[in-house]
């Protein structure tokens, strides 16, 4: 375990933390916040090519549906025949039923990474990570614009997050199932679309505010990539 710990401190932390430093000290006026929008995008524009991906092939899953609805009342009582003729089905449309979650999950351990940069980078003591030829900025002035400090809490800045994850919510199910689909996967997605903001608000209440600009950002990224993706892909 504690060998896991120092590979991903290595490989993922001290890497991010030292490009959010290095865009600190150059950013005019050394604006953290600006830092941490900066880093965020960064990181997401790194995953862009395997998000649109992942978009990609949820929306095919889903123009899929009717046949796919068919199938599993035809093969109700036979599993076997019913995944067998799925897999047919995705085969002849050129469809991968996994290839969305692979982009997602090579993603977290990043997400988790920026995550606990800006909850613990604000720190003196995180200045002991910085590579030999990373400038020390000093003591970090947490402000954003002027007016947020982004190391101390923010309810204003956790339901802007919140209201964005809503909004990235609605947007997902908008373009993705059939209103009229009552799968226990869309019932979930409906309930999802109202939980999800919730948690985000409750959980980035009780962070430093340079989580909900994270949040915010990378909630904010999405939306303009799913908007750039139906518009293109015409879903």
Known sequence: MNFLFSLYHTVLFEPLFNILIVLYNLVPGR????????????ARLAFAPLSAKAVVAQRKLTSLQ??????????KNNRDKQTRVLMELYKKEGVNPFAGILPILLQIPILIALYQV??????????????????????????FLGIVNLGEKSFAMAALAGALQFIQGKQMARQGRPKDDKSFAATFQKQAL?????LTLL?????????????????AFSIGQQWYIARKAQF
């Open 118 to 143: 800006f909850w613990k980078g604000l720190g003196p003591e995180q200045l002991e990570f910085l590579y030999g030829f990373v400038a020390s900025p000093g003591l970090i002035d947490p402000t």
């Open 203 to 219: 959980i980035v209440s009780q962070l430093p505010s340079a989580v909900g600009l994270y949040w915010m950002t990378t909630s």
């Open 31 to 42: 604006d953290f916040g600006v830092a941490v929008i900066l880093v965020t995008l960064l």
């Open 66 to 75: 009717p046949q796919t609805k068919e199938i599993q009342e035809k093969y």
């Open 194 to 198: 109202y939980f999800f903001p919730v």
